[in-house]
């Protein structure tokens, strides 16, 4: 019964926090644009910006709540980043300059444990055979959060652009009042380990788990992965304005649908393709599905022609938690908020880079300054970066787990 309510939780906590991302995403082209006064391309370059700042926050301070949670538990990091979060949507909702705005990405960056210390937390009560499976329902519990996200965000934009800030604050500070009740820590004596900021700071970390047999090339993949895989929450919002010329409503909905996909994909039909090709193959099969998705994103025109790509986009999203299943059998017992906050480390040096990429890319091919003029060239450099992703992982051996601790 305690596992069963701490898996809910850990949904729910995941939905939420995707949620709260999804509620602000519609309206940040409009928000950026009030705060600056900026047209879409500038609006599209300062979102980027944000995102970036956010992310290097998440490189710096990832591994060290991965290694406070191997210490002093998951549940605690878990509640206090949610209670912080509440206060940075507040923060933002309150925000009418540009430098609130960094302030609010700063804090919020260094808070964002959520996902990282989940994947532990699951990682902590899945039997070596359950891993992948089971952070397909970290991945599912995202998809869901980013159905409802973005339709409430779409919808509460009509109250303006402050509304959204104020519903994901109150949900998150809601969830960590749900998670103090309910969650049952998972960290036992019998796996705790002294806290050591020689293996709590990004470069650290990476060594101590780099070291791990055959995680580097994985550690690779995912950082270059995750660069291709932003192209969606990085210029989605600015493609879907200027290509289809649509509003926050519609970009609200094809993002609620995409979010249908990643949740059915992940929470229903990994488990059996996990059962039957096995998590090597599951890699390769999603790679190559978002190489075809991306490259037909690069040259569709239609708006319903690209919501009807939506099931392809989807049923790609199986290489990611395939991917951190073979990590995660990778490591020890002890070891697994370590590696969680390591990969979120190495995935935010990753959203550090792809904010940039993508929103310039999208800006030099729709301001004039490119040779044509391509809204979808960040999604054919996404192809490109996925192809060498595939490339590196069929040369990758398979990674073998450590007997000891």
Not at 62 to 73: E, V
């Amino acid at each position: 019964m305690n596992k069963r309510f701490a898996v809910i939780f850990i949904f729910i906590s995941v939905m939420l926090d995707s949620m709260g991302i999804g509620l602000i995403m519609p309206v940040m082209p409009d928000l950026i644009q009030e705060v600056e006064g900026q047209g879409i391309g500038g609006a599209a370059v300062w979102g980027g910006i944000l995102a970036t700042i956010f992310a290097a926050m998440q490189f710096l301070f990832g591994p060290t709540l991965g290694s406070l949670s191997d210490r002093y538990g998951r549940r605690p990091i878990l509640i206090i980043s949610l209670v912080i979060m509440a206060f940075n949507y507040v923060l933002m909702a309150l925000a009418f300059t540009i430098w609130l705005l960094i302030i609010a990405r700063v804090i919020g960056g260094i808070t964002a444990a959520t996902q990282s210390t989940s994947a532990a937390y699951m990682a902590d009560i899945s039997a070596p055979e359950e891993k992948a499976a089971n952070f397909g329902l970290i991945g599912a519990a995202f998809g869901v959060g980013f159905v409802l996200g973005p339709l409430m965000g779409g919808a509460l934009a009509e109250f303006g652009t402050r509304a959204p800030f104020w519903a994901a604050a109150f949900l998150a500070m809601t969830n960590a009042i749900f998670g103090y009740y309910v969650l049952p820590e998972s960290v036992t004596d019998r796996i705790r380990r002294p806290f050591e900021w020689r293996r709590a700071n990004p470069l650290g970390a990476f060594q101590n788990i780099g070291g791990l047999p055959g995680v580097k090339r994985l550690l690779l993949i995912s950082f270059v992965y995750t660069i291709a895989f932003f192209v969606y929450p990085g210029v989605w919002a600015y493609f879907g304005a200027e290509r289809f010329g649509w509003g926050p409503g519609m970009i609200g909905l094809s993002l609620g649908i995409f979010g249908i996909g990643i949740a059915v994909v992940q929470g229903l039909l990994i488990r059996p393709i996990l059962n039957r090709i096995g998590e090597r193959k599951a890699v390769i099969l999603g790679l190559s599905i978002d190489v075809l998705a991306f490259v037909a994103l690069g040259f569709v025109t239609n708006g319903w022609v690209a919501l009807a790509l939506t099931p392809l986009t989807a049923l790609g999203s199986i290489a990611g938690p395939a991917l951190q299943g073979i990590m995660s059998r990778t490591a020890a017992d002890n070891q697994q908020g370590e590696l969680q906050g390591t990969v979120s480390s190495i995935n935010a040096v990753a959203t550090i880079v792809a904010p940039l990429m993508v929103t310039q890319t999208f800006w030099f091919f729709t301001d004039g300054h490119g040779p044509v003029y391509a809204p979808g060239a960040p999604f054919i450099l996404s192809a490109i970066l996925t192809i060498g992703c595939i490339l590196v992982f069929v040369q990758t051996p398979r990674p073998k787990r450590p007997r000891g601790t």
